[in-house]
Structure formats: structure tokens, C-alpha cells
């Protein structure tokens, strides 16, 4: 979708959609962020009320960025969904319900007048990084975001990966730990063995929990309490590996182990040239979390000998991964 | 290396090196063989003796073929070994150790002259599916060779794809069963989980000698010693099935389990349209390992709704898939 004679000059407006906010920037062709405009998604409003609320951001994104609304050449938008990047059409979508089976690219289209392109949060996420994060200069590139799951992305020869049925990169659901054993731990896509039943937030809190049921003691719930908070946030993580809480080493080393596994099996079978790791846990506990799997993972690769050359590094975006890498799909799109 | 403004008309030479025999065809630019030579690759022979035989066969398969040698454009060579493909020069070769650190391609070259592009055996094979076997049309396939070992080859974009090490496509080493405990079943390579310490010939012949050893009866051991043979070939391992040998179904089950799982681990990262299953066991056992993999492999994919659109299939070319992938690579890489 998207009419493809627009100038490739001009700016294009990246759409971070999250389950609780949106984020929109106005950026040149050089990756620069001219305006930067946050609000709530209320996810639970209707497919009409968002779509609606992006439409404002966008807009006001404009407003702020003081350019031409005529100099704006597309939309690039990052959804909680599998899309069909083809049409922007978003399938099952379980932090915005409304946007479940919904035509969301044509949609913004028809309002905005523009080229929209819509395309699946983490592949938006992963595209940022290559373009304009950790992983400039590579020519292939993988990207691995940890936090309430585990999501991936796929970059090969420049380009964003789809795979034939729009699901390459889908890193959590990589099987990993595949045990005869129906005891095993499940997967919250009802599996067994994928990377994100040992490797995401998710998992880690299912360990602390048990260990803490089992008698263990920890500060882990110390701090989520002070914080005032339901869940292990990120944060708290952060703050018990800080202070050498021992459950909080342990599951963390568990933890690690999976992702080079995972790091691993990705080298032994598409041998890419960087491996970027982001996602809320990655950015809470940095090279806390990135350095013992590039001590680990190389355990693995089938080549060992030459296991230095492949970088594996922390994401360096932060929140902006998403504008910037929407953004930028929204350009090489319109080529 | 290889003289590139040689012209892409005029005949092929494939040679398929393997640990026992040297298997070389003449091949037209359509995919036919002319003539097809074997002789015995003499392993302990040394590498000038063994270069001198695979100089005989290329002669031979071109005075077979009845053509004029100068219409001769191109060699390619499949060897068993990690290999540069730039280069021609082989790494560790298990199976013919006086090629290890050998640099076949130049020597090769010297002696032909002509152009010889050289290239790991597996890597050889999915290529020779993919241009004349089970993935002829197709644009990504991956290939799974199941014998001695677990190898595979990886097609992008119509194209064999090394990776940043030349190491891509070790579809064998992937991580598939990591378990915390010391006590499990290592690799070949040294390490744990990888998927040919569960799916290989060697992992299966492993597999029946701890039932026998346990006091489980079963057919092999008796099929194998009226072969007069020391192991459990891929025949044997077929006439148990034919005979339904409870070990042997077992076995296989497992067998086909771990499979699926390195399909559906495949599907879920890279996606592909098409993965042919081929080697001695799959030979051997033809629809009796694919099915139950094309069975159980949705299982696990993410996207299980359209798990069928993947392709899952028996390769179709047999021994001619080393010398017919050993021509194309070698006409790919002439233009």
C-alpha cells in the first residue's frame, strides 16, 4: 500500500503504537528527530478513538516540527500486531484488542492522506536499530528485544525480512529447551520449549515467584512493594542485581544462558553479522545482561575459532528505536 | 576465484567428493548429465594423489560426455569440509584428513585450468535441489540432510547463503533440547542440545545399542549382522520399519520429534517457503520420516493457522543432487 511516486525528500512521521501510548515524530532523512509527541493509547476506547488519537499525534507531531504539512512524504507506523505489510491490516493484536482484525493501515491512510505503512512493533524496532542504532553499517543484523516476552527481528542484505508467511523473526518461539518431559515449563503460547518460557520478564518473575514459594528470600519483592507495584518491573531487577540479591543472580545467569542459546542456534544457522539485544530488560540491566552472553553464547557456535567476529551489542534507542525504525520503513518503503 | 568472463553457454563439470568415492558428471546448462564417473577417492592416499583423481574423473566424464573440452566452462567441486568459498581452501575435513587446511580450489584450478568453484558438500546439495530437485521454483528453501551427521544448506532471494563466517546453515548444530543436566547426550561437536546428537544416523545407532543394552528386543541388531555389516545402515534401519519393530518405531518417533522441532524452530525465524529433507536416512525411509514431520512441525509454529502453505518434502535427487549442485554453483558463480 502506499503510492510509491512521492518524493523521497521531505519528512516522513514515524508512529510508535503501544498497548498505553502512542509516540510520534516528525524525522528528516538523516534519522533526526524534529518533534516528539506522546499520548495515552486508551486501548480500550475502539478502533475508531485510536485511530482517531494517531491521527492527532501525527498532526500535532507536525505542528511542532514548525515544517510544511506538504513536505511530510509518509507515515510509518509500529504495531503490537501481526500486519500484513503489504495492506497494514492488523491481526490478532492482545494489547489493543479493538485493532484485532482491522484494516489499520487503510485506514490512517484514508485519513491522513498519505502513504501509510504499517508493519509489526518489534520489526519496526529491530529496523530503527539497523538504521540508525547499534547496528548501522551492518548489512545483516538481528534483533533480539527482551521484556514482558522476547520479539525479534530480521535484517538481510539491507533489507527487512518477512519471511513467506509474514512471520520471520519470531525469536521467542524458537525452540530452544525441548524436554520429553510433560512437567516441562509452558510457553505463554501454550508450547513447550520456546526462548521466551526461560528468557523474558514474564519467565523471570514465574522463577522468582517459585523460588520465593519454595522459601527462598529475596529483595526482589522488597523492592517491587517499595515501588508500589504489581509485577517485577524492569526496574526492580535492575535494582536487586545491583545489590547482589543472590536469587536475582541466579535467575539472571539462567536467563543469560537461554539467550545464548539462542544467540547460538541463530549463528549456527544464519551466521548474520551483529546480534542487537533491547527491550525493557536489556535496557534496565545494559551490559549487566549483554556481556555474559558474549562470554557464553560463543560455547555454541559451531565455530568457535572465529566467534569475536560476530558483534553481539546492546541496542542503543531506547524509546526511539520505534519512531526512528517506523520512520525509516516509511521511507525505504516509498522507494 | 574463477575466471569470470568465461562464457555462461557450453558444459558444466559437478564433482561430488565424498569420503569413499569421487562422483563427477558432465552437466548441460539445462540440468541434464551427460556422463557420470565414480571412482574411489582413496581417503589415505594423500592430497596430490587425491587431486590427481579427481583431475581423472573430470577428464574421463568429458571424453564419457563425447564433447569438445574446450566447451568445458567451469568446474565445481563439493567437498566434505567447512570450506571458503571464495577460495576453494578447506578447514577441517574429518573424512579426508589430508584436505584439511588444503587449498583444493587453487590446486584444482592449476591443474584444470579452468575456473573451479568449490563448496561444502551439504551447501552443494541443497543448491542441486533447489535449481533441479524438490525446490525447483521456489525462492528461500532450506535443505536438511539427515545421515551420519545432521547438515543443511540455506537458499535466500534464489541464492546459497554463507553467512558472515561462511558458516551458515549448520542446521545440525542448532539448539534444540538444552537441559541443565550433566548427564545429557552430547554432541559429536563437544556440545549439548545440538539437534544432531538426537536425529542423526549415529544418535539413532546410539539410541538402539542403550535399549539393547537395557534388554529391549528389536530386529536391527539381527538385520545388520545378516548385512554383515558393523553398523546400522539407513537399509537397515528401513527393512526394520517395513518389519515394524517396535524399537525401530520408537526410535523414530523420537527421531521425527526432534526434527519437526528444527523445522518449526527454522519456520519461526527465517520463514522459508520450502524445506526438502534429504541424506541417507531420508532416502532410505522416504514419506515414512517426512510425514510424521510435516504432521508434527505445525505444532510449534507460531503462525500454526497457515502452517500449511509451508512446504515440507522429500529431497528428489539422490545421489545426483552433489554433481548437479557442484554444476550450478559453479555456473552461478561464472556469471
Redesign the interface.
Known amino acids: 500500500m502506499g503510492k510509491k511516486k512521492k518524493s523521497k525528500k521531505g519528512y516522513v512521521v514515524g508512529v510508535d503504537l503501544g498497548g498505553t501510548k502512542i509516540l510520534t515524530a516528525v524525522v528528516d532523512k538523516k534519522g533526526r528527530i524534529l518533534s516528539r509527541v506522546k499520548r495515552a493509547t486508551r486501548a480500550t476506547s475502539g478502533a475508531d478513538k485510536i485511530v482517531e488519537r494517531i491521527v492527532q499525534t501525527v498532526h500535532q507531531a507536525i505542528q511542532e516540527a514548525d515544517i510544511p504539512a506538504k513536505k511530510v512524504v509518509a507515515v510509518g507506523v509500529g504495531a503490537p500486531a501481526?500486519i500484513d505489510p503489504q495492506t497494514g491490516f492488523a491481526f490478532q493484536a492482545s494489547n489493543i484488542p479493538a485493532l484485532s482484525n482491522f484494516p489499520l493501515g487503510e485506514r490512517l491512510q484514508e485519513t491522513l492522506q498519505l502513504p501509510v505503512f504499517v508493519d509489526n512493533d518489534v520489526n519496526v524496532g529491530t529496523v530503527g536499530e539497523y538504521a540508525w542504532g547499534a547496528g548501522r553499517g551492518t548489512k545483516?543484523m538481528v534483533g533480539i528485544f527482551v521484556g514482558t516476552g522476547v520479539g525479534?527481528g530480521?535484517i538481510?542484505?539491507g533489507k527487512l525480512?518477512?519471511?513467506?508467511?509474514?512471520?520471520?523473526?519470531?525469536?521467542g518461539?524458537?525452540?530452544?529447551?525441548?524436554?520429553d518431559q510433560p512437567d516441562e515449563v509452558r510457553c505463554g503460547?501454550g508450547?513447550r520449549?520456546?526462548l521466551e518460557a526461560y528468557a523474558s520478564r514474564t519467565a523471570i518473575e514465574r522463577d522468582v515467584q517459585a523460588a520465593v514459594a519454595a522459601g527462598r528470600e529475596t529483595l526482589l519483592l522488597e523492592l517491587m512493594e517499595k515501588k508500589g507495584k504489581r509485577r517485577i518491573t524492569s526496574g526492580v531487577l535492575a535494582q536487586a542485581l545491583e545489590a547482589q540479591d543472590p536469587l536475582m543472580i541466579e535467575v539472571l545467569d539462567r536467563v543469560t544462558t537461554?539467550l545464548s542459546?539462542l544467540v547460538?542456534?541463530?549463528?549456527?544457522?544464519?551466521?548474520?553479522?551483529m546480534f542487537v539485544i533491547g527491550g525493557g530488560v536489556a535496557e534496565a540491566l545494559g551490559e549487566r545482561l549483554i556481556a555474559p552472553i558474549r562470554h557464553k553464547a560463543p560455547?555454541?557456535?559451531?565455530?568457535e575459532s572465529?566467534a569475536a567476529?560476530?558483534c553481539i551489542v546492546l541496542a542503543e534507542l531506547g524509546d526511539d528505536a520505534g519512531v526512528l525504525g517506523a520512520a525509516t520503513i516509511a521511507r525505504m518503503r516509498l522507494k
Open positions: 501481526p545483516d525479534g530480521l538481510v542484505g525480512r518477512h519471511g513467506f508467511r509474514n512471520s520471520a523473526g519470531e525469536v518461539h524458537m525452540v530452544v529447551g525441548f524436554k503460547c508450547r520449549g520456546c537461554y542459546l547460538a542456534t541463530i549463528a549456527n544457522f544464519f551466521d548474520p553479522e560455547r555454541w557456535f559451531i565455530k572465529d567476529k560476530v
